[in-house]
C-alpha cells in the first residue's frame, strides 16, 4: 500500500521539475515578458515613488496619456506595481488594456514602460476637470 503514495509523490515531482524547466525556457527565450534580475534588484532596492501627474496628453477615446519616471517595472514587464488615484480615491482596474481605456474609461489604467496609459472615474479631460491625479508604487 506504501508504493501508491510514494509513486503519486513521484509523479508530483516530475511532473513540477517539467513545468520549472518549461517556464524558465519560456522566460529565457523571451517567449514570456519578464524584466531582467538587475532590472527587478535595481527597482526593489530603491525607495517606492510617488508623485503627482501633472501632464496629460489625449490618445484616443477615453484615454490620455502622462509621462513617469524611466526606470519603474511597468506592464510591459509584466510587473507594475503603480496605483493611480483620483483626489485621494484608487482608481481602477489596473492593468487594463489600452482597449478597453479608449473604449470604456472608467478609470481604468495600465502603466506602460514611462508612460500611464489612463481614463478620469467619469470620462471627463482631465486636464480641465479640476481633479488632481497621483500614483504611488504599492509592493
Not at 509523490?9 to 517556464?23: K, N, R
Not at 506595481?81 to 484608487?90: C, H, I, N, P, T
Not at 470604456?104 to 491625479?133: E, K, M, V
Request: aromatic share 10%; with cysteine.
Amino acid at each position: 500500500m506504501n508504493a501508491t503514495p510514494r509513486l503519486s509523490w513521484l509523479l508530483v515531482a516530475i511532473v513540477s521539475l517539467y513545468l520549472v524547466g518549461v517556464g524558465t525556457w519560456l522566460i529565457l527565450t523571451r517567449q514570456i515578458p519578464a524584466p531582467g534580475f538587475t532590472r527587478i534588484l535595481r527597482a526593489l532596492l530603491r525607495p517606492a515613488y510617488s508623485g503627482a501627474l501633472t501632464s496629460f496628453t489625449p490618445e484616443r477615446g477615453c484615454c490620455f496619456l502622462a509621462p513617469l519616471p524611466q526606470g519603474l517595472l511597468s506592464d510591459r514587464d509584466s510587473a507594475s506595481s503603480l496605483r493611480v488615484y483620483e483626489d485621494g480615491k484608487a482608481m481602477g482596474p489596473a492593468h487594463a488594456s489600452h482597449a478597453e481605456i479608449r473604449e470604456s474609461g472608467a478609470g481604468r489604467y495600465s502603466h506602460w514602460g514611462d508612460q500611464l496609459y489612463f481614463s478620469a472615474s467619469d470620462n471627463s479631460d482631465p486636464r480641465t476637470n479640476g481633479r488632481q491625479y497621483t500614483v504611488r508604487e504599492v509592493r
